[in-house]
């Protein structure tokens, strides 16, 4: 009996091994094929609903707040395969930006708590501005039923772009329409 046991343990432990390491190569080749894919980017412009969101600390902000700025939003989630995927992408971009005063980057995570975003930024070695939101704080026509979902604003606060599912955001192409809109007049 003891020795049927002792089968069953390390069968047990070759299967956990097995699983992890398919799961490990997924998600690896899940994040090439999104690091190779820029983003589909159309030119829109839209009226801009007003997002309420909370830093890390719990203060209340707008995103009408950014208004005269380029605004790059990210809705994401720590539990979003596509978001983690994606997110190497964002802090190329942001990085790219970070010094820039016309150009804000807001990266809120829906159905996380701010330590749950707090220790995924420090594990990762991100260094972007992360912010919480609830469900029923995400206005309707920012509800896309798919993560990560991103937004450009322009800096007159309207929709320039949107976009539904994990992409390459330091692609040229996007810092290419980010320099387009801070260069618009309003």
């Known amino acids: 009996m003891k020795r049927a046991w002792k089968w069953i343990a390390a069968s047990l432990f070759l299967l956990s091994v097995t699983a992890l390491a398919a799961g490990f190569f997924v998600f ?3 994040r090439e094929r999104i690091e190779a894919r820029s983003p589909h980017l159309v030119a829109i412009s839209l009226p801009a609903p007003d997002l309420i969101f909370q830093t890390l600390s ?10 005269g700025k380029v605004v790059f939003l990210n809705l994401w989630g720590t539990w979003c395969v596509q978001c983690i995927a994606e997110m190497p992408t964002v802090q190329r971009l942001y990085s790219h930006y970070k010094d ?6 807001l990266i ?3 159905l996380d708590t701010p330590q749950q975003v707090e220790r995924y930024a420090r594990l990762g070695g991100y260094t972007l501005p992360f912010f919480v939101t609830r469900d029923d704080n995400i206005p309707p026509s920012m509800y896309f039923q798919q993560y990560p979902a991103t937004f450009l604003y322009s800096k007159d ?3 320039a772009m949107e976009h539904a599912g994990g ?3 330091a692609d ?3 810092i290419a329409f980010i320099d387009g809109l801070k260069d618009r007049a309003e």
């Open 108 to 110: 809120v995570s829906r």
């Open 172 to 174: 040229p192409s996007v």
């Open 58 to 67: 719990g203060q209340n902000r707008h995103l009408s707040d950014f208004k």
């Open 157 to 159: 606060g309207r929709i």
């Open 100 to 105: 820039d005063p016309k150009v804000v980057f």
């Open 28 to 30: 690896h080749r899940l």
């Open 167 to 169: 992409a390459d955001w």
